[in-house]
């Protein structure tokens, strides 16, 4: 999932360089990748809610909302939820690498305006900050 929906990211250009025919990725692709990406981690969140408490799943929502469009940011929490789940923390380390990397990549990228991007990251950090507020103080989680 991590290569499906990060390649997404580097845009078309390198679909034809990899493709024999030079052909294009499918519209399909593109939405499905990170559809099931997003599902994945909503999947994750819902097995580890009796072990983190119902606040990792209402956080992980508007990451798998926000994924669908700024691919790889939803495959990069998963790895970061997996590795607090398993106490790993070379896979933590991957995954918030991974997390940077897509973030930073899907800001300078050239195919939206920067309005739309900055709207894409705005939207999810005030949906995460509001659920952070309403959540109670025993399934808040500790730093």
Do not use: H, N
């Amino acid at each position: 999932l991590l290569c499906a929906d990060g390649s997404l990211l580097f845009g078309p250009d390198v679909w034809r360089a990899l493709s024999p025919r030079g052909d294009a990725v499918p519209a399909y692709f593109a939405w499905s990748a990170a559809i099931a990406t997003g599902a994945m981690l909503l999947f994750a969140a819902w097995r580890l809610t009796p072990r983190a408490g119902s606040g990792l799943l209402l956080v992980a929502l508007p990451v798998a909302i926000g994924g669908v469009f700024a691919p790889g940011i939803s495959a990069a929490m998963l790895l970061v939820i997996l590795g607090f789940a398993q106490s790993s923390r070379p896979l933590i380390g991957i995954g918030l690498l991974s997390f940077a990397g897509f973030l930073g990549t899907f800001y300078y990228q050239l195919t939206q305006t920067l309005l739309i991007k900055s709207a894409i990251l705005t939207g999810t950090g005030i949906a995460l900050l509001v659920l952070r507020r309403l959540l109670p103080e025993s399934e808040a989680p500790r730093a």
